[in-house]
């Protein structure tokens, strides 16, 4: 059975993927203000929402009659495993980025998996870290832009 901090914590990955696709790219720093963002790949750690928020800067948002501007992706996590163990918790999934600009078809663009730490702070949860392991890549061209 899962328990309310579970899916608490389940809420707060769901988020993160929500507000990529919707192009929230302030909400999604929101995430972070007490927490670490870091790839995989070696890449400097991002620490707060400010830092956070400038790393999505070359994302590309297209125009969107339900969002207003999105990057027209949808992230689908799967394998969610949450364990927590008092103010603590951890969680690992994978997820893959589909994305569809038209007059293209929908692609799969990036998948990987992702491993978060939470902290219970005044009884809601919040990350304080995510490692990014992106595992395979498509076509990112019409997803991020080339600095």
């Not at 999604?28 to 963002?37: D, I, N, R, S, Y």
């Not at 870290?129 to 990112?140: A, T």
Request: aromatic share 8%; glycine share 10%.
């Amino acid at each position: 059975m899962v328990g309310v901090d579970e899916e608490q914590i389940r809420a707060l990955i769901g988020a993160y993927a929500e507000r990529l696709d919707a192009g929230d790219l302030d909400g999604v720093a929101a995430l972070f203000e007490h927490g670490v963002f870091r790839s995989a790949r070696g890449r400097d750690p991002l620490v707060g929402r400010e830092a956070v928020r400038r790393q999505y800067e070359p994302v590309i948002l297209y125009p969107d009659d339900h969002f207003g501007a999105s990057p027209r992706t949808k992230h689908v996590l799967g394998n969610i495993v949450v364990e927590v163990q008092d103010a603590a918790a951890a969680a690992r999934c994978t997820f893959t980025v589909l994305q569809a600009v038209p007059p293209g078809p929908v692609q799969a663009v990036l998948a990987g998996r992702y491993e978060d730490r939470f902290d219970r702070v005044n009884g809601s949860w919040r990350f304080t870290e995510r490692v990014v392991h992106p595992d395979l890549f498509g076509d990112l061209s019409q997803h991020m832009a080339r600095g």
